[in-house]
């Protein structure tokens, strides 16, 4: 009897291309939240007493996210790219970074394979958004809006995220990567 897993040789292939050519990438970024500013969260302008501070739009999901697809690609962090000392970014729209971590992908001849984010705000709720900013991520990355995964949560009121303080995200990505 053997203690080896039931695979069939066409399952075995598969999960070996898997290991060998899909490469996982992690991003987190945090942002405060500051009285007038816009909460721009997945490029939507959501209604708020509060906006996230930043010296681009400050869309805390957009930003883990990048930095999730150009970890994925053995690339450094999404700042070294759009310096927040540079005044060209001032204000900028965060698809910008998302476009150029689609261009770094395929200047590498890689294939995004699926990304997932989750939120986490204590306020306000974001579930009402939540298609606009896959279908707003999915546009700016060139990829299906059934590739991006994005959940929110509060955070039970604990830490600076439940003190209303800052908005935080995570994110992976999984690229195809020659
Ligand atoms: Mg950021």
Redesign the pocket.
């Known amino acids: 009897m053997s203690c080896l897993p039931d695979l069939t040789w066409s399952r075995a292939g598969f999960l070996l291309w898997l290991i060998l050519m899909v490469h996982v990438g992690i991003g987190y970024?945090v942002?405060a939240l500051v009285e007038g500013r816009k909460l721009i969260l997945g490029g939507v302008e959501i209604p708020h007493s509060k906006g996230l501070d930043?010296h681009s739009d400050?869309d805390?999901l957009m930003?883990a996210i990048c930095d999730a697809l150009l970890g994925a690609l053995g690339e450094v962090d999404i700042g070294h790219f759009f310096p927040n000392t540079d005044p060209r970014w001032r204000g900028a729209p965060s698809r910008l970074f998302l476009e150029e971590a689609a261009r770094q992908t395929q200047a590498r001849g890689g294939k995004i394979v699926n990304l997932d984010a989750t939120l986490i705000a204590q306020e306000p709720k974001v579930f009402p958004h939540i298609q606009t900013m896959k279908a707003n991520i999915a546009t700016a990355l060139g990829i299906d809006p059934k590739q991006v995964g994005i959940k929110a949560t509060t955070n039970e009121h604990l830490g600076f995220v439940g003190r209303h303080e800052g908005i935080a995200a995570m994110a992976v990505a999984g690229i195809d990567l020659v």
Do not use: I, K, N, Q
Request: net charge negative.
């Open positions: 970024d942002h930043g400050a805390v930003h």
